[in-house]
């Protein structure tokens, strides 16, 4: 038997998708920019049928990727172009198994989509609190596997520390039942952590046990034009104190992003009358009494008498903040809009040298590629920041990929020097993968060697990604 027909008798032919129209969705991301040709996909409907596939290809010694909701932002996910992956998606293991309101925890199988858990979460007077643009579509298991980190990481964390129990398929079918519910377990080595954001190169999350909290009662949402990002930076060490370490998020954005977001939305709007060099999003939530907005509008009142902020909006209602958190999140596609190649980054510094950072690759690429366009935003109260680079209108398009090489090469080399990182949430996949192993110690490198050849010894699974 081929390894098709096994796996058309283990899953059912209708759940093994081998036609052209079929595999289109899973053979390219999101955005189109990565393109492959599987050879086919299989979509399992239980940890048990996942278990039976792996069997199955590790016998055949065939190459599998495992795919969640396709929006990772490095060639992860995405098939070969030669066509000799096979897709394992994991789109149909969706079910919540359980939810417990009282010890704040929740299990759900990894192909659940963020959003789908959000609401559930919700529904039970409970939050969890991983969030990003993409969560209408991207699915637990690939949050788990990318160690997804969004906008609310300075307060919960990145997904690492939203996990406390994993189930995954190993390499050759064995499965792996970590599903704890437990926060405090000491004994022996902590094994979910190495499968949290290893890409898939490790194991196939199949479920995970989240940790939730109180769902807040009060969300208190603003927009602040600020004199520069140095400012911005500045200011927010004084905003977690005066708003008594309640702040959720804090996002940068420079004023070519909103200028992007509202050439390219018609429906999204300025909520403030001038324009200013830099912006701040910024949010506090809380559970319980405590009233918020004294609080906001003092710390407000006491920046804006010192000139950091210039001006700004407090949301009035839900439909106004949603407004607010448009210009942050539609500002990822409006980007491939505009310039569908471009330079897009994900780089963390220690955070007090974020501004100092900024500042130096600012000047470096005005001095290099004046031509070019930044289009700096990002989680900055984590330290990391989108800088990332669009072609002007004079960049001549046979110049452009080697340019932004260029420009990444350039960023890479100031982040380095900073003892920063080059992938502060996105990951490595392919993309990255030259630049990464390039920098990386030999005593790491052949710890993540030993790790991948103990789990993975034919190397079969995501191969080309990350190692
Ligand atoms: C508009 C937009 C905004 C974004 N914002 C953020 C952000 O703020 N923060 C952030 O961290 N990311 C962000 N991302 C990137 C992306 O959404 C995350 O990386 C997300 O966690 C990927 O989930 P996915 O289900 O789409 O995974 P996929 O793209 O399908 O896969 C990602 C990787 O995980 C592997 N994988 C997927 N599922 C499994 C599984 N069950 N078991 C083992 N391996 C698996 C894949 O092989 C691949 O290597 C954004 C993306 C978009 C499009």
Known sequence: MTILETLAEILGPQHLLTSEADVRRYAQDWTGEWQGRPLAVARPG?????????????????????????????????PSKDGGEIVLSLERLNHIRVIDATGFTMTVESGCILQTVIDRALAEDCFFPLSLGARGSCQIGGNVSTNAGGINVLRWGMMRDLVLG???????????????ALRKDNTGYDLKQIFIGAE????????VSLKLFPRPSQIQTCLL???SAAVALGLFGRARRDLCDLLSAYELLTRPCLDLVFDTYADIRDPLSEAAPCYVLLETSVSGALDLRPRLEAFLETAMEEGLVLDGAIAESEAQRTAFWRIREDLVDAQYRVAPVHLRTDVSVPQAALAEFIAEVDAAVAAQFPDMKPIVYGHVGDGNVHYNVLPGETTPAGDLGPRLKECEALLFERAAAYRGSISAEHGIGRTKRSSFLKTLPEVELSLMRGLKSLLDPQGLLAQGRVL
């Open 225 to 227: 034009a600020v004199p």
């Open 200 to 207: 898939g190169t490790l194991g196939i999350v199949t479920a």
């Open 46 to 78: 239980d940890t048990a049928e996942v278990a039976s596939v792996m069997r199955a290809c590790h016998a055949a010694r065939q190459p599998i990727v495992p795919q969640g909701g396709n929006t990772g932002l490095v060639d992860g996910g995405v």
């Open 166 to 180: 994993l189930e995954v398929v190993l390499p050759d079918g064995r499965i792996w039942d970590g599903l704890s």
